[in-house]
């Protein structure tokens, strides 16, 4: 048997986990899980962790008002070596790129106990876009010992930066599994809001924005071209779930809040937002999740970032990176709306990303390299 701690702390890293701590928990004969949280975030890693049912071993909660980077590293890296030094366990695994995952790779290193990084592989080459999860995810990578890359194009950027073939793994996306668990045809809204609209003669776009580089004048052009696409289309409705840092509420507030068809709702938790975006009709977010995610439900995705780390999905043809400025993004808006033809492409085109089994190749891995199994998982093909 062998111990894995798995390490996580965002919603959207329990998102990413949650399917893979439920597949390495079929194996108790030979894997011991057991499941660390920092709580980076607290309010919406705990929806997550109550929809999936999963109790931590140990919760750090770590979460302060107006916490810095500083203060998450700090913390996190203190709280996980206590963690790490009682568990003694075989594997560390962390998830994508936040400052958890980053922390707890170097603790782990610190302690010689080797990592598993899941998500490896993206990358933008840009450090600062997008800050600070593209330094978060490279340094992991420099860290880790299996990278279980969610793609082919992960997997190259691996081996251009000399991480050896036999290390890598590619099973694609665990955010896959997570959503076609989730999704459902009968499913309800609780928010009347949301259970008043028509999506099947309306034309509704699933908004959401929250990337610390597009804070300020980028964001305020992100909301005039959706203003002004508002305006235009008498049939367009917009839902947006407002992210809680005040400085976009507060940009959100001045350009949008009081135009009509325009629903500003607080966040959701993660059933009610998936089964949502199954109902739009296309999505616009400066998001890395959900350029993943809405593809999978046939959903075009126009990219609200001027860089993408997720470019199979750019030439797969199921998102555009529209930028962040005002007209281009009215420009490509108006495109999806106007042009039946240039929607359907976008949303038959195949998602490079995932076809829920990612867990089962990442556990059918780890098994592998352990020992613990004869057969090598079938890698995924993108």
Known sequence: MIKILTVFGTRPEAIKMAPLVKELRRYPDRILCRVAVTAQHREMLDQVLNLFAIAPDYDLDIMKPGQSLFDITTRALSGLKEVLLAEKPDLTLVHGDTTTTFVAALASYYLQVPVGHVEAGLRTGNKYSPFPEEMNRHLAGVLADLHFAPTPKARENLLKEGVREGDIYVTGNTVI????????????????????????????????????????????????????????????????????????????????????????????????????????????????????????????????????????????????????????????TRKLLDDPDHYRKMSEAVNPYGDGLASQRIAGAILYRYGLSDEPPREFGG
Do not use: W
């Open 177 to 332: 599994d997570a959503l076609l668990a989730t999704v459902r045809s009968d499913y309800q809204f609780e928010d009347p809001v949301l259970n008043g609209i028509d999506f099947k003669n309306r034309k509704v776009l699933l908004v959401t924005t929250h990337r610390r580089e597009n804070l300020g004048e980028p964001m305020r052009d992100i909301y005039l071209a959706i203003k002004d696409v508002v305006n235009l289309y008498p049939e367009v409705e917009i839902i947006f779930p407002v992210h809680r840092n005040p400085a976009v509420r507060s940009v959100v507030a001045e350009v949008m809040e009081g135009l009509d068809r325009v629903h500003l709702v607080e966040p959701m938790d993660y059933a009610p937002f998936v089964n949502l975006m199954k109902r739009c009709c296309l999505v616009l977010t400066d998001s890395g999740g959900m350029q993943e995610e809405a593809p999978s439900l046939g959903k075009p995705v126009l990219v609200l970032r001027n860089t993408t780390e997720r470019p199979e999905a750019v030439d797969a043809g199921t998102v555009v990176l529209a930028g962040t400025g005002r007209e281009d993004i009215y420009r490509e």
